[in-house]
């Protein structure tokens, strides 16, 4: 027996707004897909601008902590201009980047439940422990400047043990203990980092503060004996400046 026609439009009117929200479905999970993968090349373009000003890593956090007052040499400069172009290109990605909040706060009000907790979902990010150790570096150093001490601290932990740059790394533990106030284990790594590789850049920030330490943790006579060392060894730097004020009332 046939359907009268009005139930077969009745039927057809139904099945229209299924189809439609089958369509709504399809269109943004390719959406949520395509802005994944925007997010995705963001975050490896970050962290390839990370890697690339890894070398200058320590000048970057000494000029936020106005460690250094040669602001007319050459070098310095040059590091200047460095940092000015970096800060261009980090602007220029931020313009574009397209963070979680945003995707969701993009798509959260369209997406039908099946596509929200569907299979389209961020895949598991690594464990620290098996991240590779020069994007844990990267990090590290990211953290670092931004003085979030005990993220930082967990990446370089790992660098140091594995042995990816570890008297860098080590100094970079000594100096998160040395701003948290943990003085004995900022002496700690102060040692092991030098003991590394005493010729590092950052050598006349290391031997200040551990100075210093020294001078909070009760030896007085032995932070006079680094004190002096700066003094002689970076004479022009604004480590020996420091160290001289702090040796007069010493």
Do not use: C, W
Not at 37 to 53: A, K
Not at 106 to 111: R, Y
Not at 117 to 141: I, W
Not at 147 to 154: L, T, V
């Amino acid at each position: 027996m046939r359907k009268p026609v009005v139930a077969i439009l009745l039927t057809a009117g139904a099945l229209m707004p299924l189809a439609a929200s089958s369509d709504l479905a399809m269109q943004n999970r390719h959406t949520l897909m395509r802005l994944q993968q925007v997010v995705m090349e963001q975050n490896e373009r970050i962290d390839g601008l990370t890697s690339l000003i890894e070398g200058l890593n320590v000048q970057i956090a000494q000029l936020k902590e106005g460690q250094r007052h040669t602001t007319s040499s050459p070098d310095n400069n040059e590091t200047v201009a460095l940092l000015k172009e970096l800060g261009a290109m980090i602007d220029k990605i931020n313009s574009t980047y397209v963070s979680k909040a945003e995707l969701k706060r993009i798509l959260g009000s369209k997406m039908p439940e099946t596509v929200k907790s569907g299979s389209t979902a961020s895949p598991k990010q690594p464990s620290l422990s098996q991240t590779a150790p020069a994007k844990l570096y990267s990090e590290g150093v990211r953290l670092f400047v931004k003085k979030r001490y005990d993220e930082a601290q967990k990446r370089f932990a790992i660098t140091a043990k594995k042995g990816y740059k570890p008297a860098a790394s080590n100094y970079y533990l000594g100096e998160i203990a040395y701003y948290t106030k943990r003085y004995d284990d900022a002496l700690f790594y102060y040692k092991k980092s030098a003991s590394l590789y005493d010729q590092a850049s950052y050598m006349d920030v290391l031997i200040l503060h551990t100075a210093i330490s020294l001078e909070k943790t009760g030896q007085k006579e032995e932070a006079k004996v680094f004190f002096q060392n700066v003094i002689d060894s970076y004479p022009d730097t604004k480590a020996a400046a420091i160290a001289k004020k702090r040796l007069k009332v010493l």
